[in-house]
């Protein structure tokens, strides 16, 4: 079953389509699927529109620190996918944000990670006035 989306977000996908049918230039895809396009700019001294049409679900942490700095004009062309500047070999894989999900975290004694938490060690003193 497919997720029931609203009309304006449907119009807006549509016009999203619309425009990068129209205008888009394709500069390239990242390792998550995500298309990356670019408008030329008509005017000069004006920075050319950049966008990115995500692969599933929109997570904008999915772009790729080389994307991003594209995306934000701090580069002028994307850097290449293997780029040691950005990939370390002690970095983890990517996870997608989880906040408000069933897999976000849970501390303990939070209601849906049982309600139960250690109790305390005995070195806290509530104040008191006095």
Not at 24 to 32: E, I, L, Q, W, Y
Not at 55 to 66: F, I, L, N, W, Y
Not at 105 to 119: I, K
């Given at each position: 079953m497919s997720e029931k989306i609203s009309l304006i977000t449907w119009?807006?996908?549509?016009?999203?389509?619309f425009v990068t049918?129209?205008?888009?230039?394709?500069?390239?895809?990242?390792?998550?699927?995500?298309?990356?396009?670019r408008?030329?700019?008509?005017?000069?001294?004006?920075?050319?529109?950049?966008?990115?049409i995500y692969?599933?679900?929109?997570?904008?942490?999915?772009?790729?620190?080389?994307w991003h700095s594209w995306?934000?004009?701090?580069?002028?062309?994307p850097l290449p996918e293997g780029n040691s500047a950005f990939h370390k070999?002690?970095?983890k894989e990517h996870l997608p944000n989880l906040s408000g999900s069933l897999q976000a975290?849970?501390?303990?004694?939070?209601?849906?990670?049982?309600?139960?938490?250690?109790?305390a060690t005995g070195d806290y003193e509530p104040w008191t006035p006095g």
């Open positions: 119009m807006a996908n549509i016009h999203i389509r049918w129209r205008r888009g230039n394709k500069v390239g895809t990242d390792r998550f699927g995500n298309t990356y396009y408008a030329p700019s008509a005017i000069a001294g004006v920075k050319e529109r950049r966008w990115v692969a599933g679900e929109p997570d904008a942490s999915k772009v790729p620190p080389e995306l934000h004009h701090t580069t002028k062309e070999p002690w970095q975290y849970r501390p303990p004694g939070h209601q849906y990670a049982g309600g139960q938490r250690v109790r």
